[in-house]
């Protein structure tokens, strides 16, 4: 046994008994949340590390990421893995209902999806047990110790990558530093986001091995072609405004700054969370605006200046649509709102499409000065302001076409982390089998 494994830690002791003390009550509570819709009911015997789906022979990667942000992220990985080790099966685990969604739609052939044990004793071992991974890849800042120590006792082979520690992790882990140092310890290779979380990591022990940020790979969203000529066909001439991944409150308020917009340009509203379209719909109908909704497959006509995207896994038909995307979870400072961080503007940027946020990118900031820097993306105050920059991109087509070219080239350079993780974690496993002459 490593001396990761086998090193005293307090915090460490206390918590597994705990978590052994309260294991018997997890069948119970999920039940109950399945019961309020927050598991799966056919599958919630997953997250005691139970399943019905078989393992694969020979090597097995793990990757596991908890909801949709750094499920989507994990995909081009899994997809470059799949192709540069077509030897390998890959297991991807995630925590949440929404992400095993999109996921169920979007991963590669011959991926396997579970959901994540908890991380009590027993559903460890049985989900160690039954898949007995030869690499496990877990991204962002998953650090549960029941689950990983016990990987690393059954000699997995452990990489955190892409990983992001905010100032308040850091903070809670820096009570239990001798935790810190056995779980960070336990990575055989660790890439943070960026400089910030490399070094609050390094302050809890890990030994970083370079920068990877997977949220800045892959390739452009998926669309359905046919669906896109159909409402291509219907919008017409018009220009197209996409607001996507909208908050609570951006809805209202962007739709109020663009109407006054001459030349009836079409604003397509794209909420991050769709079941909050019949409440989004409510309060634009009630401010007077007319509003199509496409989960109810309500027609779009040629007369519509609204259009609310309330479904899951279509945002890139819309991006494909736009003429102008403007960024959601961006402008809750102007609006009095809990900040929200903002959200990928790499995804309309792959696409060509010229960018606009608002003064909050918290959790992009670095993505947003480099597209920012190519001139890609510009950033505005409040929804008041998106007028004037939109006006000005829609009546000058070939600057709008050239501010989109500056992202999509932008992030093309952003996207070449993937290319230095793939190797390093590909080294981790046993070679290819030699085929027989």
Request: charged share 25%; hydrophobic share 45%.
């Amino acid at each position: 046994m490593s001396d990761v494994v086998a090193g005293f830690s307090p915090a460490l002791t206390a918590y597994r008994l705990l978590t052994r003390l309260l294991e018997p009550l997890a069948p119970r509570l999920l039940d109950a949340r399945a019961r309020q819709g927050k598991e799966d009911t056919e599958r919630v015997d997953e997250r005691l590390g139970l399943t019905r789906a078989e393992r694969p022979d020979g090597p097995l990667i793990w990757l596991h990421g908890v909801s949709v942000g750094e499920a989507l992220s994990i995909l081009p990985l899994a997809e470059r893995l799949r192709r540069d080790r077509p030897d390998v099966s890959v297991l991807v685990t995630t925590g949440t209902l929404t992400s095993a969604r999109v996921l169920a739609q979007r991963l590669p052939p011959g991926v396997i999806h579970q959901f994540a044990p908890v991380d009590g004793p027993r559903a460890v071992a049985a989900f160690l047990d039954h898949w007995r991974p030869t690499l496990g890849v877990l991204v962002e800042s998953e650090l549960w110790p029941n689950l990983l120590l016990e990987a690393k006792k059954r000699d997995v082979a452990l990489a955190l990558v892409s990983a992001r520690i905010t100032e308040k992790t850091a903070e809670g882990w820096r009570r239990f530093p001798a935790l810190a140092r056995r779980l960070t310890g336990a990575f055989d290779r660790v890439y943070p986001q960026d400089q910030v979380s490399a070094d609050r990591l390094t302050a809890m022990g890990a030994r970083v091995d370079g920068h990877v940020n997977l949220k800045l790979s892959g390739e452009p969203l998926p669309y359905d072609k046919a669906v896109f000529a159909a409402l291509s066909a219907r919008i017409g001439d018009r220009p197209v405004i996409v607001a996507a991944s909208t908050h609570e409150g951006e809805e209202l308020a962007i739709a109020a700054a663009l109407s006054a917009l001459p030349g009836a340009p079409m604003l397509i509203l794209v909420p991050r969370h769709p079941e909050r379209g019949a409440l989004i719909a409510e309060r634009l109908r009630q401010s007077g605006y007319d509003v199509a909704r496409r989960s109810l497959n309500e027609p779009l006509t040629e007369r519509d200046r609204l259009y609310l995207a309330d479904t899951l896994g279509e945002l890139g038909l819309f991006l494909r649509l736009a003429d102008v995307v403007v960024m959601g979870g961006s402008f809750a400072p102007a609006l009095g709102l809990p900040v929200v961080g903002g959200h990928n503007p790499l995804e309309p940027a792959r696409l060509s499409k010229p960018v606009i946020g608002g003064p909050d990118a918290t959790n992009w900031a670095g993505v947003a000065a480099l597209l920012e820097e190519a001139g890609g993306m510009t950033r505005v105050a409040a929804p008041a302001d998106l007028p004037a920059v939109i006006a000005a991109l829609l009546t000058a087509p070939a600057a709008a076409r050239d501010m989109g070219e500056r992202a999509r080239r932008a992030a093309a350079e952003a996207a070449s982390g993937l290319d230095r993780l793939t190797p390093a974690l590909t080294a981790l496993l046993p070679p290819p089998a030699r085929r027989r002459a």
